[in-house]
Each structure stands twice: as structure tokens, then as C-alpha cells.
């Protein structure tokens, strides 16, 4: 086993968060949807008649396809022409686009394999703040995004309907909240900022 599949995006039971995430930005959303970077398929569980997955490690994907999800062995890197033209109705990316060699490539590969119509929504680590904190702990991180990179990179790849903006951050006892009072990420966010609280990722979302 490796860190990444035994630790840091083990299997879960309780998938709440995958949820919650899953409500907040594809509510709605017919499928086709593309987790890119799937791991164990914690993601996927949400909605595995609509959710497939990509991911090059391999105990993640044993794991993954061990619990019955769609997962297909694909390196983000230089393999996503094997993924069909206007397919996909949503693409969701979490801490994946730091990690990349070229990330232009996959920005461009993204809008290709999207539906006209459809969204991507991409996760990374809230640069520069968290460059200092603890970016630099995953060794295998590449490059450190900003808003302003991202937002760049984007146009670069044809992208023309961006939005760009911080995470709330996680708290223990933060998801009990959430739930005992159906709070909003919005709600969150504006709470926090009032304390100058950072979210810990910034999220891209993309239409095509």
C-alpha cells in the first residue's frame, strides 16, 4: 500500500463530505461526470451510476474497482487523448493540477472532453498562502497555484467562463455543523472571513 491510498484518500464509509461537495457543485447534473484522479473512489460512491473515474496508482484503483466503482488506469500527463470529444457533462479535479508536469495540457484536454454546456471544478492548494504552510509536505507537488495563474492558464486552453475563489476551511465538528444546521459553503466562508480565517484550497470553475 502507499501513502496516498492508505492514508491520505483511504476508503471511507462515511462519504458526508464527497456529498456535500457532490450537492454543491453538480446538483442537478445528468452525468456523464469524470473524477479525475478518482483514488479509492470515495467520489464516485456519491453517485457511481453517473461518476466514473481516471487514476494512474495502482493500489488506489485495485481498491477502487474492489468496491465495484468504474475506474480506468489513465496518466493525466500525456494520456487523455483516450478520452472521447465532448463526453462529459462534469469533471471534478481535486488536488490534482499541482502535481502535473504540464498543466496546459490538461487544461486543453479538459475543455475538449467537456459537453458544450458543461463544468469542470478543480481543487488546489490556496497559493501563496499555503505555500509556506504546508504545500511543500507533498513531495510530489510540482507547482503552486494563484488565482491569477489559474485564471491564466485557463484562457491559455480556451476557457472564457471562469470563476475562481477560496474554500471555506475545515474544522473538527465543522460537518455536525453543517448538517444540524444546513449551512451553506457561502455561510461558511463569509463567517470565516469575518475572523480572518483562510480557506486551505482554491476552486476553479469552469463552463465550457
Avoid at 456519491?46 to 477502487?64: A, K, M, N, T
Wanted: charged share 25%; with cysteine.
Amino acid at each position: 500500500m502507499s501513502y496516498y491510498s492508505d492514508t491520505q484518500y483511504k476508503a471511507k464509509e462515511d462519504i458526508w463530505f464527497e456529498q456535500f461537495y457532490f450537492e454543491r457543485f453538480f446538483k442537478g447534473n445528468p452525468g456523464p461526470i469524470l473524477d479525475v484522479g478518482c483514488a479509492t473512489g470515495n467520489f464516485i460512491a456519491v453517485r457511481p451510476d453517473i461518476i466514473e473515474g481516471i487514476e494512474v496508482d495502482e493500489d488506489s484503483l485495485h481498491i477502487c474497482r474492489e468496491r465495484g466503482f468504474k475506474a480506468k488506469k489513465i496518466n493525466v500527463e500525456n494520456e487523455l487523448e483516450a478520452l472521447s470529444d465532448n463526453f462529459y457533462q462534469g469533471v471534478y479535479v481535486k488536488q490534482v493540477v499541482e502535481h502535473l508536469h504540464n498543466p496546459l495540457y490538461f487544461f486543453k484536454h479538459l475543455y475538449r472532453m467537456l459537453k458544450p454546456g458543461g463544468k469542470a471544478v478543480i481543487l488546489t492548494p490556496n497559493c501563496p498562502y499555503a505555500l509556506n504552510r504546508f504545500f511543500w509536505d507533498d513531495y510530489t507537488h510540482e507547482r503552486p497555484f494563484t488565482q491569477e495563474s489559474l485564471k491564466r492558464i485557463a484562457l491559455d486552453a480556451g476557457w472564457q467562463k471562469i470563476k475562481i475563489y477560496a474554500d471555506f476551511r475545515c474544522f473538527p465538528g465543522l460537518g455536525k455543523l453543517i448538517r444540524l444546521f444546513d449551512l451553506s459553503p457561502k455561510f461558511i466562508s463569509a463567517a470565516q472571513n469575518l475572523f480572518f480565517i483562510r480557506g486551505l484550497s482554491l476552486i476553479m470553475e469552469l463552463e465550457k
